[in-house]
Structure formats: C-alpha cells, structure tokens
C-alpha cells in the first residue's frame, strides 16, 4: 500500500473540490485544505504542512495558477495540474509535472498522485 499523504486542493469550483477531497480522502490520504485563489493558494504554500498539491491550471476570472506552482516547486513541494482542457504548454519549469485531466476517476486521481513520487 502507498504511503498516505496530505494533500492541498487549489481548485475554484466548488462541487469538483468537494469531489477531489472525497476522492482523497477514499484513497487513504488526508486533505490539507481546498483554496480557490492564487493569493489564497499562495498563503497556503508559505504556511505548509502538507505533502503534494493537486492545482487547477486556471483558476476563477481566468486567473492561471503558475505562480503557485513557482512557490510549490521553489519549496520542493510535490504537485501535480488538474485541468479540463488547458491547450497551451505549461511553463518550461512545470512541463514535467503530472496531469489530472477532467472529468477525473478516482483511478485516474490515484496514479496522478502516485506519479509526484
């Protein structure tokens, strides 16, 4: 059995949060917290506390959550995008990252956030 894990959910729609966490949280991991904003986001990345972020690529009124994949990598923190259709190339720096695509499966959540190993 994989190790359990704290996860931080930065996601803005309400009932795919309240999806993540429970799928999460039936994988025998812990939910950190659920932002759902960039500055929120950030905030939650200075405090700590948790292993691995699952982080929406775009997040309400267009708002695209790279700089909170900045402040997860610059503190070595795992993470991994979820998007529903997000075309364009990730930052050079974030290119490796693993990817949840909507609509997600809780197989599909499980390896996602089995691969920020």
Request: overall charge negative; aromatic content about 6%; glycine content about 8%.
């Amino acid at each position: 059995m994989k190790r359990s894990r704290s996860v931080l959910i930065v996601e803005d729609e309400p009932l795919i949060a309240m999806m993540l966490e429970d799928f999460v949280d039936s994988l025998g991991h812990n939910v950190a917290g659920t932002v759902d904003c960039v500055a929120d986001a950030l905030a939650r990345v200075e405090e700590g506390g948790f292993d691995v972020a699952i982080v929406d690529v775009h997040l309400r009124g267009g708002e695209a959550s790279w700089p909170v994949a900045d402040a997860l990598a610059d503190r070595g923190i795992a993470y991994l995008f979820s998007t529903g259709g997000y075309t364009s190339p990730a930052p050079e720096r974030h290119r490796n990252a693993p990817t949840l695509s909507k609509p997600f499966t809780m197989s599909g959540v499980e390896a996602a956030i089995d691969d920020c190993d």
